[in-house]
């Protein structure tokens, strides 16, 4: 049976937002009292687009690449996560062929920063900026995403045999 020449991923990535945190979303630090906590520096983006390329793939969970548990990993930059996602998929002979992102969340609010997050996923992920979408929304003050109290991301990615 014949694969077709493209695939496409879902992505998805929630973090609890806590003050004392920076705010890093898609390798840019934006200015917040509170940011995403978790083990590496929590970019919600980020990880979002890895698990949405490495499901296009075919391929295991960002956790599976870098577990929770493995305190080497705490504090690390997320473009590492990115970016070994793409090559995980290049070794199976795909390319990014674009990314969509929907941001989660009351806060921070991130408009004024959409066009240097677009770049900088452009350039983590070896693509063109026109190649990466970036909206936000919120969660019309339901539940603890509407409360500010976290920040939720999903992403789809399309990949192509290259």
Not at 76 to 84: Q, T
Request: glycine letters at 14%.
């Amino acid at each position: 049976m014949s694969q077709p020449p493209f695939r496409v991923g879902l992505g998805y990535d929630i973090h609890p937002l806590v003050a004392g945190r920076p705010c890093i979303l898609g390798g840019v630090k934006i200015p917040s009292d509170v940011g995403p906590d978790g083990h590496s520096d929590a970019d919600v983006l980020l990880h979002a687009v890895a698990d949405a390329i490495l499901g296009a793939a075919g391929l295991r969970d960002i956790g599976h690449y870098f577990p929770n548990n493995d305190a080497s990993l705490a504090g690390m930059d997320s473009a590492i996560i990115a970016r070994r996602a793409v090559a995980e998929a290049t070794a199976l002979g795909w390319k990014v062929g674009n990314v969509d992102l929907v941001l989660i969340g009351e806060r921070p609010k991130i408009m004024a920063y959409v066009p240097e997050i677009r770049a900088s996923v452009a350039g983590i992920l070896g693509i063109e900026a026109s190649q990466v979408g970036i909206k936000a929304t919120t969660n019309e003050g339901m539940d603890a995403l509407g409360q500010g109290k976290g920040l939720a991301v999903q992403a789809i990615c399309l990949i192509y045999r290259g």
